[in-house]
């Protein structure tokens, strides 16, 4: 490199320095670049109150605790699949959210819908 250029010592020193940073930079990037990030809940609108405000925002749901209109709320869910998973919970315990694959009604197209929107609190 001295053979172009009129470096000293210490600069070759420092541009050296400066060039192994920026490379963990590029290397860091790169990295973070490519791992797999956690899938975020999809956003959709919810209607709160008698004005039928509009909100936009993630929801997640306990399937053992929400209502009955809550779970109506859900994507592919209606009255019907809602009373379902009522009616289910009254004599057993979702422990994990794919539990409501117990549920009938609810195939695995529709759990993956779900997913995002359903928590199970363990207590």
Do not use: A, C, R, Y
């Given at each position: 490199m001295n053979k172009f250029f009129d470096f000293s010592p210490k600069q070759l020193q420092v541009l050296g320095i400066i060039s192994s940073l920026l490379l963990l930079i590029a290397i860091f990037e790169f990295i973070q670049a490519y791992a797999i990030p956690s899938k975020?809940?999809?956003?959709?609108?919810?209607f709160v109150g008698e004005q039928?405000?509009?909100?936009?925002?993630?929801?997640?749901?306990?399937?053992?605790?929400a209502p009955v209109d809550s779970l109506e709320?859900?994507?592919g869910v209606g009255k019907i699949i809602a009373d379902r998973i009522d009616d289910y919970r009254q004599t057993n315990r979702f422990n994990n959210?794919?539990?409501?694959?117990?549920v009938k009604g609810i195939g695995p197209k529709l759990y993956e819908r779900l997913k995002p929107y359903l928590k199970v609190d363990t207590y």
């Open positions: 975020p809940s999809p956003k959709f609108q919810v039928e405000q509009k909100i936009v925002g993630t929801f997640q749901l306990d399937p053992n605790l709320l859900l994507p959210v794919i539990d409501i694959t117990n």
